[in-house]
């Protein structure tokens, strides 16, 4: 059965720095499209980052220049790493894998979400 937990979040002064690491169970790790959502109280979620099994990212542009996207298929882990942080990146952020087969079954796994407080 297919796990993602999240681990990381916190509390930090604006300017701050934080990374974010989710780990994958039960799945065929290099094989899936792995992102960062984020949810602020009262917003839509939000698509931060993600990146493909050959390891292309992209980014939002609220982020882009401060987060990074990476993955360890060794380790079924990816992370975010946050810079710079603002008092509008607030949120609970979530991970995600998906993977759209070839005969187009959606796969996709959610963890549980982690809070993430920046203070001004």
């Known amino acids: 059965q297919a796990h993602l937990v999240e681990s990381g979040g916190g509390s930090v002064q604006a300017g701050g720095s934080l990374r974010l690491s989710c780990a994958a169970s039960?799945?065929?790790?290099?094989?899936?499209?792995l992102r960062w959502f984020r949810q602020a109280p009262g917003k839509q979620r939000e698509l931060v980052a993600d990146?493909?099994?050959?390891?292309?990212?992209d980014y939002s542009g609220s982020v882009k220049g401060r987060f990074t996207i990476s993955r360890d298929n060794a380790k079924n882990t990816f992370y975010l790493q946050m810079n710079s942080l603002k008092f509008e990146d607030t949120a609970v952020y979530s991970c995600?894998?998906?993977?759209?087969?070839?005969?187009?079954?959606?796969?996709?796994?959610w963890g549980q979400g982690t809070q993430v407080t920046v203070s001004s």
């Open positions: 995600d894998a998906f993977l759209r087969s070839d005969d187009d079954e959606v796969y996709e796994y």
């Open positions: 039960g799945i065929t790790f290099r094989l899936y499209n």
């Open positions: 990146i493909t099994p050959d390891f292309n990212t």
